[in-house]
Structures are given as structure tokens and as C-alpha cells.
């Protein structure tokens, strides 16, 4: 199992299984609610957070508070509406995205609960 961990508007976390039958990309665009868009954050280590690339246009009430402080502390500004889904930068031969390792699992639970 590839593992990535959605998170939605309340820093709630769940996992998703990146080898699901429906392939990767429809696991990603059904965690995040639509068309996904990989923005690189920093959370100690880098990760890849995923985010509806219409957010703001279809989900302008779900302001995701969490997400939109990792954009502000890696990119200086930003903001994320909706779910979220994070996932290894790390990619095979292939460019396949690669799930996370139990140590990034546990980073990234860790700064979403400080974060909270």
C-alpha cells in the first residue's frame, strides 16, 4: 500500500491508499474534491500537498486554515480551500508518486497537530 493522508478544512486526517483499484490519480482528485494541483511544502522535511486547483473558485466558504499556514510558512503567502492530500516527494523510476514512508507519516501527523 502507498499511503498519503487526506486532511480536511478541521486538520482532520484520514489515510488513503494510493494503490486503490480506481489508481492514484482519481484516490488524489477525490480526496481534494476535483482537479489536483501539487504544491511542495515544508514540514520539517519536504512533502507534496495537493489541493483542488479550483478551490477557491468552487469551495470559497472551506477555507482550509492548516494548509493555508504551511503555504504561508514555505511560501511567504497563500491559501488552500478545501481538503488536502500530502504524499512523498519522492518518485520512482517512472515519476510515480511514491506513498509515504511510517516516518513521514508520523511528521506530518505531528505538525498538523502543533499546527492545530
Known amino acids: 500500500m ?31 474534491m476535483g482537479q489536483i494541483e501539487r504544491v511542495p511544502v515544508s514540514l520539517g522535511a519536504d512533502f507534496n500537498m495537493w489541493v483542488n ?21 514555505t511560501y511567504g503567502g497563500g491559501a488552500v480551500f478545501g481538503p488536502v492530500i500530502f504524499t512523498s516527494v519522492k518518485t520512482d523510476d517512472e515519476d510515480g508518486i511514491l506513498g509515504l514512508t511510517p516516518d513521514e507519516e508520523v511528521m506530518i501527523r505531528d505538525c498538523i497537530v502543533m499546527e492545530r
Do not use: W, Y
Not at 13 to 18: C, H, K, R, Y
Not at 53 to 73: F, I, Q, Y
Open 2 to 32: 502507498r499511503l498519503a493522508i487526506k486532511m480536511d478544512e478541521q486538520g482532520n486526517m484520514t489515510d488513503a491508499d494510493l494503490d486503490a483499484p480506481e489508481g492514484s490519480l482519481k484516490v488524489m482528485q477525490h480526496a481534494v
Open 53 to 73: 486547483e479550483d478551490g477557491l473558485r468552487l469551495m470559497p466558504s472551506r477555507h482550509n486554515s492548516l494548509a493555508s499556514t504551511l503555504m504561508v510558512d
